[in-house]
């Protein structure tokens, strides 16, 4: 999300705008999503949090859970985002910038609508974790390794875990297998892969050989590459339950 | 009273914003109250669920509302912690609930595959006819946020598996309860909302 608008970008950088945020999000929970994810990205780079006007209309036309990210750095922020009607908030560069802030929504709103998403950038296989990801020339490498940060988000109270390959996104050669099936692992709670999918079995991959136990995609569907009744029927075709 | 006046009984102030927009997608009107007389006279009556079961009991009590909820004869429906507030207790906190329909709700118990809350999408299996689910798709997807459960009794109308079978749509006489949120849960949720509202 940009200035009201959809966008999306490749590895993070040269968005485009894809379409307006309502007509979306109503055809999506149409075509079958289980749940959508709202990224405010310029929200932290900008120092500001999300813009909310958009998360009561959003509320208003679908019947599905959503999810709502972008700089949402207090208790309050938190609070005001929910009362729209958001099922869920999603934190990430404020959570790496304070860490405590994980334990304090998660004790005031319950676990289950704190998602901790998670920027992972891998050179060879070390994989590092990355802030104020929304702006190329603000994207930097935090001192947290992926590892070390997964566990130690559910430690403090996350209650589902987003984690996006970063060298994967938006060039749709498939999810990152061995970075998901690693971090599955160390994970308790529900782990969303995020960042890569380009052709329906990049999902089927996902869930078959990185057991993770959801899979987010943008450009696929903003691009009407896949259409989601289709991916999952498809997907039901090769035992992999969904819900159709 | 005109046909279809849902009153949602809100003794706390608790946001339930989706359930209002989901009943506005439906065209069905509604009002939110904690006025024993609003409750009374509407055609029927939603007990939504948001936050803990001690403090909905004591919400529900300092609005003088047990009775009254106790002996609507209206179609009543309890959504989440809502369903969880008919029956006889709950573990969490310890407190006694309305006693409307039999059973203890306990607390899911962290497991591998199954961790806490139960949170996300699953079936529900239609184990006794009711006038409900009768519209409804057996075995169809629902959406859950929930860490206790109702245990499965002779009111269980749908049945879930998650680390523990439990009872996740129940019913007694004119009182029904979903554990998922219908509000949340696609066109199966809105189908079961306008079933209620029709009944």
């Known amino acids: 999300m940009k200035d009201g608008q959809v966008v999306k970008g490749i590895q993070f950088k040269n968005h485009e705008i894809v379409g307006d945020i309502i007509d979306l999000a109503s055809r999506y929970s149409h075509e079958g999503a289980d749940e959508l994810v709202f990224y405010d990205i310029t929200a932290s780079p900008d120092r500001r949090s999300v813009d909310r006007k958009w998360i009561n209309l959003v509320a208003k036309e679908i019947n599905i859970p959503f999810c709502v990210a972008g700089g949402i750095k207090t208790i309050a922020d938190a609070e005001e985002v929910l009362n729209y009607g958001a099922d869920k908030i999603s934190i990430n560069t404020p959570a790496l910038k304070n860490p405590d802030l994980i334990e304090q929504l998660a004790k005031r709103f319950g676990s289950q609508c704190i998602v901790v998403g998670i920027d992972s950038f891998a050179i060879k296989n070390n994989y590092k974790v990355h802030l104020y990801t929304g702006d190329p020339d603000q994207s930097k490498e935090s001192s947290k390794t992926t590892n070390s940060w997964i566990s130690e988000v559910q430690d403090r109270g996350a209650g589902e875990i987003v984690l996006n390959c970063m060298n994967q996104d938006g060039v749709r050669e498939g999810y990152d297998l061995g970075q998901l099936r690693e971090m599955r692992n160390l994970c308790k709670v529900p782990l969303i892969a995020s960042g890569g999918a380009g052709k329906m079995s990049d999902f089927y991959d996902v869930f078959n050989q990185a057991d993770v136990s959801g899979s987010i995609a943008a450009s696929v569907f903003h691009k009407k590459i896949i259409d989601i009744s289709d991916l999952k029927k498809y997907l039901q075709k090769k035992q992999i339950e969904v819900r159709l | 009273m005109p046909k279809n006046s849902i009153a949602i009984v809100n003794a706390g102030g608790s946001n339930i914003s989706s359930l209002t927009f989901a009943l506005d997608r439906i065209k069905a009107s509604y ?94 299996n239609f184990n006794k006819a009711s006038p409900l689910t009768e519209d409804l798709d057996n075995d169809d997807y629902f959406y859950f946020v929930h860490s206790y459960y109702a245990p499965i009794t002779n009111s269980s109308i749908g049945i879930t598996d998650y680390s523990e079978s439990f009872a996740s749509i129940i019913q007694k006489d004119n009182f029904y309860g979903t554990q998922f949120h219908p509000e949340k849960s696609s066109d199966q949720g809105s189908k079961l909302l306008r079933t209620f509202i029709n009944l």
């Open chain 2, 31 to 124: 009002i939110t109250t904690n006025q024993i007389a609003q409750i009374e006279d509407s055609s029927h009556v939603i007990l939504p669920g948001v936050g803990a079961a001690n403090d909905a009991m004591d919400k529900l009590k300092k609005s003088n509302l047990i009775e009254v909820v106790r002996n609507l004869k209206q179609p009543t429906l309890g959504i989440c912690l809502g369903m969880q507030l008919l029956l006889d207790h709950s573990m969490e906190n310890n407190v006694n609930c309305l006693s409307i329909i039999e059973g203890r709700c306990k607390a899911f118990s962290q497991q591998d595959k199954c961790p806490v809350p139960h949170m996300g999408w699953n079936n529900v």
